[in-house]
């Protein structure tokens, strides 16, 4: 029984999201692409109607009349709070598919305050859904950060889950970023690399997902050893370009050997300067060596 929950449970979400990429679909149009009975499709568009996540929209005769109706996202009942988590502040969004409704950064210094924030906008706003994203290592409901070269756990998002009554999607900041631009560019096997003055978060996306591993550390590519201190530590430390450019150049070549990504997205928030002919001089020395 559980199997066959799942297995709803996923065909339903493959229809919100065919809809969310492509705006909207007729019935026959989500037949043919997502590879469902026609009786399943219909079944399932229905129980979403009901919980009125979509819509109606008209018409299309394209098809030659055969289920012609057109149907769209709801998108008044897909409020979002996005919430971006740093050391001592939240970068809040409120947000439809389309708009951003509200944007602000609030100050805390305490995780209760953070977490009255929190509440607060919850309450304020009457959103449907939330998104929480934080810098660190994410396990279930946990996660642990790697500041000034200290390792410090934190809870309070186990206390907001229960103190709201609202879906809440928990991750990693650089894997929410990625996941966004999966969705813009819908390419497999890509990797995501941040860096910042603080560190540095990566992530991997295959089959749709972003991977975890075991405990949650995969993509904290910034805790390896490099010369007796973590990347993170030498990035934090680093004093000229030409040092970074030998960090950069490591991570880059670790990613493609390790990995071997259809693309890698490259970020960079701090001082240092990406160069892109020492980069492509990195690639094409993995080039040679893999074809010689």
């Known amino acids: 029984m559980n199997a066959l929950k799942e297995t709803k449970k996923k065909h339903l979400l493959a229809i919100l999201k065919y809809l969310y990429l492509h705006n909207s679909s ?15 499709i219909r ?17 299309d005769f394209s098809s030659g009349g055969r ?12 409020l979002i709070l996005c919430l971006y988590i740093q050391v001592d502040k939240v970068i809040y969004q409120v947000r439809s598919f389309s708009e951003i409704k509200k944007e602000d950064t609030l100050f805390y210094q305490e995780e209760e305050e953070l977490k009255k924030i929190i509440r607060q906008l919850v ?5 449907h859904c939330c998104q929480i994203a934080v810098e660190g290592i994410v396990y279930e409901d946990e ?3 790697d500041h000034q070269n200290i390792l410090k756990k934190h809870h309070w998002v186990k206390d907001i889950k229960k103190e709201i009554d609202l879906p809440i999607q928990f991750q990693n900041d650089v894997k929410m970023i990625h996941q966004g631009c999966y969705f813009t560019y819908q390419q497999d096997a890509t990797y995501y690399l941040y860096i910042n003055e603080v560190g540095i978060g990566s992530s991997y996306f295959y089959k749709e997902e972003p991977l975890y591993g075991n405990t949650g550390i995969m993509g904290e590519i910034g805790l390896i050893s490099f010369k007796g201190k973590t990347i993170n530590q030498r ?12 960090l950069l150049g490591l991570l880059v070549s670790m990613i493609f050997t390790m990995l071997d990504p259809t693309r890698l997205e490259l970020s960079l928030d701090l001082k240092w300067n990406y ?12 080039d040679k060596n893999c074809l010689d």
């Open 26 to 40: 007729t019935m026959n149009e989500l037949v043919e692409n997502l590879q469902l009975s026609q009786p399943s």
């Open 43 to 59: 079944n399932m568009v229905r129980i979403l109607q009901e919980k009125q996540l979509i819509q109606e929209i008209g018409n």
């Open 67 to 78: 289920c012609p109706t057109r149907f769209a996202l709801n998108e008044k009942n897909y």
């Open 123 to 127: 309450d304020k706003n009457e959103v």
């Open 143 to 145: 996660y642990v950060t």
């Open 235 to 246: 990035i934090r430390e680093c004093q000229s370009q030409d040092e970074f450019n030998e």
């Open 275 to 286: 160069e892109e002919k020492i980069i492509k001089n990195i690639l094409n020395k993995i």
